[in-house]
């Protein structure tokens, strides 16, 4: 006998048609055509988005790199140490505060790049003439349409409301998931 499961109250679009799932649907539909590479050369996603932050630029402190590559900044803590133990990725202390570290492309990350290069070039031209030239150029600049509409967007307002008892005691009261991040900090994702 099945448990009749109850109706929710709100109405809400449906699943298939949420923003964030579709932009997630696409991400990963691109990614699995670069992920086969990545594995091949030994890399992950974020190693990649920081070798290609770092292969355009003479060097950059490690929280502007967090941003420039969307990655928090413990997560760029620990791909830094094990970049740099592959000696991918170079690190110095910056001479006007030594609490601070600068971080450059190696020369062996530059010969990693340019080992990538002609396989991640293949695929994105394999993506832009399956999906149509027009169409990518496109969709990048509806990409960084919605972005700057959206970034110039105040906070959402959630008013003064409080969840209810019941509601506060399912949300746990403790925050969940990632740390929030003010306007123009880095995410991961």
């Known amino acids: 006998m099945s448990a009749s499961r109850p109706a929710v109250n709100v109405k809400m679009r449906s699943f298939s048609k949420s923003l964030p799932m579709s932009l997630l649907l696409a991400r990963e539909a691109v990614m699995n055509r670069f992920r086969p590479v990545l594995n091949l050369f030994n890399?992950?996603?974020q190693q990649w988005r920081v070798l290609r932050a770092l292969s355009s630029i003479r060097e950059i402190e490690v929280m502007e790199l967090a941003k420039a590559t969307y990655?928090?900044?413990?997560?760029l803590s620990r791909i830094l140490r094990d970049m740099e133990a592959r000696g991918l990725v170079e690190?110095?202390?910056?001479?006007?505060?030594?609490?601070?570290?600068?971080i450059s492309i190696s020369p062996t990350g530059v010969r990693l790049i340019d080992a990538v290069a002609p396989y991640a070039e293949t695929i994105y031209a394999?993506?832009?003439?399956?999906?149509?030239?027009?169409?990518?150029e496109a969709l990048q600049q509806v990409c960084r349409d919605l972005t700057e509409?959206?970034?110039?967007l105040p906070p959402p307002s959630l008013g003064?409301?409080?969840?209810?008892?019941?509601?506060?005691?399912?949300?746990?009261?403790?925050p969940r998931g990632r740390p929030r991040l003010a306007r123009g900090e880095a995410d991961e994702g």
Do not use: H, W, Y
Not at 149 to 152: G, K, T, Y
């Open 43 to 45: 890399i992950t996603e």
């Open 149 to 152: 509409v959206l970034n110039a």
């Open 71 to 75: 990655l928090l900044a413990p997560s």
């Open 126 to 136: 394999e993506i832009a003439e399956t999906f149509g030239k027009q169409q990518m």
């Open 91 to 102: 690190r110095r202390q910056a001479p006007e505060d030594l609490r601070r570290s600068l």
């Open 160 to 174: 003064k409301v409080a969840p209810d008892t019941e509601i506060g005691q399912m949300a746990g009261g403790s």
